[in-house]
């Protein structure tokens, strides 16, 4: 009768011991899947930090004439439009040695000017002007190329070339002062919006090129080793 009692004894406790182990096991398995980092995770934790430079005014000289002091402002509206995307925790502005990534750029185009119609040129002709003919033409243009650069290599990580330009004619009656303003502000609110969504678009770039300096793939190995402990 004991050793029946005994039997049954050590077979429970077999059948209690295996039932731990594999609620070990279990348990070890939910940790891993709890605490292992997926990508998504780790680019999240990315520090994307960049540099941003004043941008060149490689305008031509006749733009210049018109206009000579453009570049920090529109500089400034580029820098702003870069920072809503929210893509960077942060950009140093000037850019710092430190900076893996710096964003550089050029005015290539900022004008605004107008003309007198042929009509207005030709005697009597012009007369037509008082019932409503062309007698002004306008040209407003922005033109702005943008590149971010790996600062060690100096390699173009992506780049972006935006242009707007609108060619507008008036009568003598609907031609009022402040449509330069009004038309250069137009295009270049067009050329920020592209840019603004371009930077979107190309993001995945930036990661790509910032998770290649980073070991990223390391913190997901320590976790491997950690939880193949904890189940050993």
């Known amino acids: 009768m004991k050793r029946y009692c005994l039997l049954f004894l050590l077979a429970m406790v077999c059948i209690f011991s295996g039932c731990l182990s594999s609620g070990g096991r279990r348990s070890a398995e939910a940790l891993a899947?709890?605490?292992s980092p997926t990508l998504a995770v780790l680019?999240?934790?990315?520090?994307?930090?960049?540099?941003?430079?004043?941008?060149?005014?490689?305008?031509?000289?006749?733009d210049i004439s018109y206009m000579s002091s453009v570049r920090e402002n529109v500089s400034t509206q580029v820098l702003e439009i870069i920072k809503g995307t929210e893509i960077f925790s942060k950009i140093n502005y000037p850019a710092l040695e430190a900076d893996a990534f710096i964003i550089r750029g050029e005015i290539r185009r900022f004008h605004w000017e107008s003309f007198d119609t042929m009509i207005s040129y030709?005697?009597?002709?012009?007369?037509?002007?008082?019932?409503?003919?062309?007698?002004t033409r306008t040209l407003a243009g922005v033109d702005i190329y943008i590149r971010v650069i790996d600062a060690e290599s100096n390699k173009v990580i992506f780049d972006i070339s935006e242009q707007y330009v609108t060619n507008t004619k008036y009568n003598i009656y609907n031609f009022k002062e402040g449509k330069a303003n009004e038309e250069l502000s137009q295009c270049f609110k067009v050329v920020?919006?592209?840019?603004?969504?371009?930077?979107?678009?190309?993001?995945?770039?930036?990661?790509?090129?910032?998770?290649?300096?980073?070991?990223?793939?390391?913190?997901?190995?320590?976790?491997?080793e950690e939880t193949k402990a904890i189940i050993e």
């Open 43 to 62: 680019e999240s934790e990315l520090p994307l930090i960049v540099g941003f430079n004043l941008l060149e005014d490689k305008r031509p000289a006749q």
């Open 192 to 224: 920020l919006n592209r840019i603004r969504k371009r930077f979107i678009i190309e993001k995945q770039k930036i990661i790509d090129a910032l998770k290649a300096k980073i070991p990223v793939v390391s913190l997901e190995e320590k976790t491997r």
């Open 122 to 135: 030709i005697p009597v002709m012009n007369v037509f002007n008082l019932f409503g003919l062309p007698s």
């Open 33 to 35: 899947e709890q605490k």
